[in-house]
């Protein structure tokens, strides 16, 4: 008998075990579990060679996985149960600090970057050309998908604001990026035009593996607000969809999804400060919702305050009649 069969009663369906590891530079080994069945999520750690359970939360309702490269990439909980688990979460990860000593890293894929030196408001930094920004070399995320001279960000190296992006010797702005010209005028063949029904505006579906101007300039766009309170998580562009919403010639905003079996998963959705109060985040969900995505219910993850008012007001979060559900995504995590 397994572990987790051992752990988990005749009655339940396993759905998923998410992994918690110590990482200490290329060394891995495991200190917890959490084991996800369609009626329980029970959190357990290993103390000294023994497991425990630290804690379960009976489901209301069934969460789902999500699995990328055949490994466990994030376990999906709806509401109200996924509140419940993110507060569970922040309790493991106190005692397992307590128990171990080490300290909890965002996500298992790498390192946090390092924290801005001035506040982007009191910095100097002007432009893309003035000497103090620069082609970061450290962005742990982006590192695991690029090559140093493929694609990274171009940014000030005291308070990490971002002016543009670099790809293979060449640095372009955000004039460039996000003007529509630059984003139709590559190798766009993959990419759709969705017409929206306004004057000046009209949104580029970029599929996984699309042009590599949209997914640089959706790239780019989800790392602007990275150490503000909208921030929101880094565009897969392997795997996620992108819509992005042009106004004026330029992209204002954008917002990705990825397909599951269980309907399509809303994940990011950002406007540009320049184009903030102008509707465009509810324009943008409910023109997807109707024209894109192609299913009549999708699940929204993580999301905002921001962006739950938005969904909300455009009735989607309407638990009888709207289309969409919210969840809370549980990632494997590390300690180090
Ligand atoms: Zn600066």
């Given amino acids: 008998?397994?572990?987790?069969?051992?752990?988990?009663?005749?009655?339940?369906?396993?759905?998923?075990?998410?992994?918690?590891?110590?990482?200490?530079?290329?060394?891995?080994?495991?200190?917890?579990?959490?084991?996800?069945?369609?009626?329980?999520?029970?959190?357990?750690?290993?103390?000294?060679?023994?497991?425990?359970?630290?804690?379960?939360?009976?489901?209301?309702?069934?969460?789902f996985?999500?699995?990328?490269?055949?490994?466990?990439?994030?376990?999906f909980f709806p509401m109200p149960d996924g509140e419940r688990i993110s507060q569970l979460k922040s309790e493991y990860i106190s005692n397992v600090e307590d128990i171990t000593g080490s300290s909890y890293f965002m996500n298992a894929f790498g390192e946090m970057n390092q924290e801005p030196d001035i506040e982007p408001d009191d910095c100097r930094c002007e432009r893309i050309s003035s000497n103090k920004v620069l082609v970061e070399s450290e962005n742990s995320e982006l590192s695991e998908s690029f090559g140093e001279q493929e694609f990274r960000l171009v940014s000030c190296k005291d308070c990490h604001k971002i002016y543009g992006r670099y790809r293979e010797g060449r640095k372009a702005s955000f004039n460039k990026l996000f003007s529509a010209d630059w984003l139709l005028g590559?190798?766009?063949?993959?990419?759709?035009?969705?017409?929206?029904?306004?004057?000046?505006?009209?949104?580029?579906?970029?599929?996984?593996?699309?042009?590599?101007?949209?997914?640089?300039?959706?790239?780019?766009?989800?790392q602007i607000p990275r150490w503000s309170d909208d921030v929101v998580s880094t565009y897969k562009h392997e795997y996620q969809h992108a819509l992005c919403y042009i106004q004026d010639e330029e992209m204002a905003g954008y917002?990705?999804?990825?397909?599951?079996?269980?309907?399509?998963?809303?994940?990011?959705?950002?406007?540009?400060?320049?184009?903030?109060?102008?509707?465009?985040?509810?324009?943008?969900?409910?023109?997807w919702s109707e024209k894109v995505c192609e299913s009549d219910h999708y699940f929204a993850d993580d999301l905002t305050t921001g962006g739950r008012a938005v969904l909300e007001s455009i009735d989607h979060l309407d638990t009888r009649s709207g289309p969409a559900q919210e969840v809370y995504s549980l990632i494997p995590m590390a300690f180090g």
């Fill in 1 to 63: 008998m397994s572990f987790t069969e051992s752990v988990l009663r005749k009655d339940e369906t396993h759905i998923a075990e998410v992994p918690v590891e110590h990482q200490q530079q290329f060394n891995k080994k495991r200190i917890g579990s959490i084991i996800v069945s369609d009626k329980r999520c029970i959190l357990l750690h290993l103390n000294e060679g023994s497991w425990e359970i630290f804690d379960e939360h009976k489901l209301s309702s069934e969460p």
């Fill in 65 to 75: 996985a999500q699995y990328r490269k055949n490994e466990l990439y994030s376990v």
């Fill in 186 to 222: 590559g190798d766009s063949t993959s990419e759709s035009i969705v017409e929206i029904g306004k004057d000046e505006a009209f949104a580029i579906h970029h599929p996984p593996h699309g042009s590599t101007r949209v997914q640089d300039a959706v790239l780019t766009a989800s």
């Fill in 255 to 287: 917002l990705t999804w990825e397909d599951h079996d269980k309907g399509p998963i809303l994940s990011q959705l950002y406007v540009r400060n320049e184009h903030r109060e102008e509707g465009i985040a509810a324009t943008l969900v409910s023109e």
